[in-house]
């Protein structure tokens, strides 16, 4: 069983900094990708950022600029550096982590961290 435990969400208010973690333990041979997605009220879940096992990142055309993704892969941990963040910024922002566990597909999600960015 694989767990993600997010930490670092809070209330900010715009212009401000947060740094979100999430940290991967379990049963994981491999890992892919690890990425940030975010869901605000009445919206649909939406990719914010993702990273490779080699360091690769692609992010959301909202955040490019402002948002910066990295990972510890000794400690299988990925961080999300928020920078100049925006009231629209605002939602519940959940963990994911894509990899293999042996010859079996993993696609396990955190519990998700609220970040509320007031104007």
């Known amino acids: 069983q694989v767990q993600l435990v997010e930490s670092g969400g809070g209330l900010v208010q715009a212009g401000g900094s947060l740094r979100l973690s999430c940290a991967a333990s379990?049963?994981?041979?491999?890992?892919?990708?690890m990425g940030w997605y975010r869901q605000a009220p009445g919206k649909q879940r939406e990719l914010v950022a993702i990273?490779?096992?080699?360091?690769?990142?692609n992010y959301a055309d909202s955040v490019k600029g402002r948002f910066t993704i990295s990972r510890d892969n000794s400690k299988n941990t990925v961080y999300l550096q928020m920078n100049s963040l925006k009231p629209e910024d605002t939602a519940v922002y959940f963990c994911?982590?894509?990899?293999?566990?042996?010859?079996?597909?993993?696609?396990?999600w955190g519990q998700g961290t609220l970040v509320t960015v007031s104007s």
């Open positions: 994911n982590l894509k990899g293999r566990k042996y010859f079996q597909t993993l696609d396990a």
């Open positions: 379990g049963s994981i041979s491999s890992i892919n990708y």
């Open positions: 990273i490779t096992n080699v360091g690769g990142t």
